[in-house]
């Protein structure tokens, strides 16, 4: 059965659950999106970094731990912003890192926004 992780991260309008559990895992997916709801479409590296504290954010309100994250599935709109990505990524993880696989993609829901994660986690 589904059960919705209470995060504290704002309402967007969509109609999905930032995070839900079961079975003993967490799910969750985000991105730049700030504590008002709207979306950071500026720097790469602040866009990077918002979307791994909102990450942060939920795995605390679960439970949870980023040494518990199993998977992480990212979605860049430029493969330039892999060496930011790395660099930030190192400050969120610690080895042995968590099995990751990176997309570069045209673009995301939001014009301008540059990253989006999905995440599996051990709840």
Known sequence: MRE???????????PFSWATRGGGMLF???????ADGSID?????????????????????????????????????DVNDVKWLDDIYRKYFNYPYPNRSTVIVEKLVVPGMKIEITVSAIA
């Open 4 to 14: 919705i992780v209470e995060t504290g991260l704002p309402d967007i309008g969509q």
């Open 28 to 34: 969750t997916a985000h991105g730049p999106v700030r």
């Open 41 to 77: 479409t500026g720097a790469p590296e602040r866009q990077i970094a918002l979307t791994f504290d909102n990450l942060a954010q939920t795995l605390k309100a679960a439970g949870s731990h980023s040494d518990k994250v199993l998977q992480v599935i990212v979605y860049l709109t």
